[in-house]
Nanobody, 123 residues
Framework: QVQLVESGGGSVQAGGSLRLSCAAF????????MGWFRQAPGKEREGVAT???????TYTDSVKGRFTISQDNAKNTLYLQMNSLKPEDTAMYYC?????????????????WGQGTQVTVSS
């Protein structure tokens, strides 16, 4: 089993920045890919960014150039640096992980999920 714990959410004004973190615990040795998803009220969940153990990243178009996904393998921690935040970025952000690869636009549903951290961007 793998447990994922997110942190770093909060409330910021448009144009501001936040960094989300996701710490992985348990049988992390079999994780190949990790990513961030988000879900706003009344909307479907969407992939935001993913990264695999080879360092290959994917991003949804709406965050390209503003968000950066990274990982610290020594700390088993995933990050999402979010800059130039917009009100439409407001959502609950979830960390996910899986032994198989998945992308921001993939239909594949990762096996492991965190509880989520709220990001609110005001105009």
């Amino acid at each position: 089993q793998v447990q994922l714990v997110e942190s770093g959410g909060g409330s910021v004004q448009a144009g501001g920045s936040l960094r989300l973190s996701c710490a992985a615990f348990g049988y992390t040795y079999n994780i190949y890919c990790m990513g961030w998803f988000r879900q706003a009220p009344g909307k479907e969940r969407e992939g935001v960014a993913t990264i695999n153990s080879d360092g290959i990243t994917t991003y949804t178009d709406s965050v390209k150039g503003r968000f950066t996904i990274s990982q610290d393998n020594a700390k088993n921690t995933l990050y999402l640096q979010m800059n130039s935040l917009k009100p439409e970025d407001t959502a609950m952000y979830y960390c996910a992980a899986d032994p198989f690869s998945f992308g921001a636009y993939s239909d594949y549903v990762p096996n492991y999920w965190g509880q989520g951290t709220q990001v609110t961007v005001s105009s």
